[in-house]
């Protein structure tokens, strides 16, 4: 365990070892809403039987890199764009122009059933909040406390 001369340099040690931290704690963050994708986006009551599922909107999902703004550490959760395809005849497109969604579109047509019913209705107009519900979940379970924490003590920190 390292020593420290006065309050500063153990300060900025801790900073340091929080921010290292923060990045299990996204790690486990993302791994909740993927879940939460597979529950409530792939595992719907009618599978498409006029394409097959690419899993892209769960696998284009990442955390970046901890952020340091004064004292606060934030990673954030996103869909990366460039890990999204788009397939013909509309497949990850619009169905009006043919025009390729960009991510963050085909993640609010899911997430809030804004797909309209162009197709008539179904589960693709249905509200599937997998962002949302995992927030929730992360908060309810303490998710992020306890992914803090053990990444904490696997640094030699005594936390509890």
Do not use: C
Not at 131 to 155: N, P, Q, R, Y
């Amino acid at each position: 365990m390292p020593t420290f001369k006065n309050l500063k340099q153990l300060e900025k040690y801790l900073q340091l070892v929080v921010k290292d931290s923060m990045e299990d704690v996204g790690r486990e963050a993302e791994h909740k809403v993927r879940d939460k994708i597979d529950e409530m986006v792939y595992q719907n009551p009618t599978e498409p039987s006029y394409y097959e599922r690419t899993r892209e909107l769960q696998n284009s999902l990442v955390h970046t890199q901890p952020k340091q703004n004064g004292n606060e550490i934030t990673v954030e959760i996103k869909h990366e764009d460039n890990l999204i395809g788009h397939y013909e005849p509309n497949q990850h497109m619009s169905v009006v122009d043919g025009s390729e969604l960009p991510v963050d579109a085909l993640a609010e047509i899911v997430h809030y059933g804004r797909s309209g019913k162009i197709f008539g209705e179904g589960y693709w107009t249905k509200s599937r909040p997998y962002m949302e519900t995992a927030k929730e979940e992360i908060i309810e379970e303490k998710l992020h406390v306890k992914a803090m924490k053990d990444s904490l003590k696997k640094k030699g920190l005594d936390v509890v």
